[in-house]
């Protein structure tokens, strides 16, 4: 099963760190104020999850899409 990375906007610090550290550009920060994952662009690699200093992501399985 594929994973991706999911948040907790609301504890969002918007530092920017998973932004900077994904390789495929899958996370943004939005106004300064939260990070938002686009889906379809996150291969599940974890690198989010390692930079994140406030500790609010994590990898959830997600079932295929036919």
Known sequence: MKKIAT?????C???GCCEK???KNAIAV???IFAKV?????IG???CVKAC?????????VPPID
């Open 7 to 11: 948040l907790a906007a609301n504890a």
């Open 13 to 15: 610090v918007s530092c």
């Open 21 to 23: 550290s994904c390789p």
């Open 30 to 32: 939005y106004n300064g």
């Open 38 to 42: 686009e889906k379809s662009l996150c």
């Open 45 to 47: 690699c974890g690198l």
């Open 53 to 61: 200093p406030a500790d609010i992501i994590s990898l959830k399985e």
